[in-house]
């Protein structure tokens, strides 16, 4: 099986500019998590979807937003970006939507914002 | 709120030694989850050990082993004759079974497997 996949790998933006980054989990897959990865603040649970649904969210503020497709695919969307917006992105996914399961993490989008 | 510790950022070794990886959290939860993830370099990450709260048997896997101290809140990885190949980003993350689902890291620890 093909692994959890994301694009853009690499994605330049400047602040104020909208961004939406997409997330391919492995098939059969139904539960999508996104995270937010920095140096300061370390790994930072964005939010989570399962059956096109967003089941949890962490605290991040509206201009973060996602969505689920009825194929699993997810989008996470970044409006009004900031300079500390600038992390890498991970998504991963299970299998059964049980988030306490192991999580296949996709190789994430590096996002620069100048 | 649960909180994840990990209090050493670095730790080196040497080839073949035995290195113990620190984790403490916070929670007042009584049923959870916790993991060691693994980021080596430019690579994505895995799940390198799980281990259920309401299991007194430390999990192990091959090389990897933890010690759970629940009453304590500790979570140690164990790495035995640790190989080149171990060299990655440690995190040390915990999640509930009730209330919000939501995985949270400790900060990190990073571990050098010199040759």
């Known amino acids: 099986k093909a692994g959890v996949t994301q694009t853009p790998r690499y994605l330049i933006k400047t602040r104020g500019q909208q961004v939406t980054l997409s997330c391919s989990p492995i098939?059969?897959?139904?539960?999508v998590s996104w995270y937010q990865q920095t140096p300061g603040q370390g790994l930072q649970f964005l939010f989570e979807y399962f059956s096109e649904t967003q089941r949890n969210k962490g605290n991040f503020p509206g201009r973060f937003s996602g969505r689920q497709f009825s194929n699993s695919r997810s989008e996470m969307n970044v409006s009004t970006l900031e300079l500390g917006d600038s992390a890498l992105y991970l998504c991963?996914?299970?299998?059964?939507?049980?988030?306490?399961?192991?999580?296949?993490f996709g190789p994430g989008t590096r996002l620069t914002v100048l | 709120a649960q909180t994840v510790t990990q209090s050493q950022p670095e730790m080196s070794v040497q080839e073949a030694e035995t290195v113990t990886l620190s984790c403490t959290y916070d929670?007042?939860?009584?049923?959870?989850?916790l993991f060691w993830y693994k980021q080596p370099p430019s690579r994505q990450m895995i799940l390198v050990i799980r281990?259920?709260?309401?299991?007194?048997q430390n999990a192990t896997e091959n090389r990897f082993s933890v010690n759970f101290q629940k009453a304590a809140k500790s979570f140690s990885l164990k790495i035995s004759d640790s190989q080149l190949g171990d060299t990655a980003m440690y995190f040390c993350?915990?999640?509930?079974?009730?209330?919000?689902?939501?995985?949270?890291f400790g900060q990190g620890t990073r571990l050098t497997i010199n040759p």
């Open positions: 929670t007042s939860e009584n049923n959870y989850y």
């Open positions: 098939s059969g897959h139904r539960s």
């Open positions: 993350a915990f999640i509930a079974i009730q209330g919000a689902q939501k995985l949270v």
């Open positions: 991963a996914s299970t299998p059964d939507g049980q988030i306490y399961n192991e999580q296949f």
């Open positions: 281990q259920e709260a309401y299991k007194q």
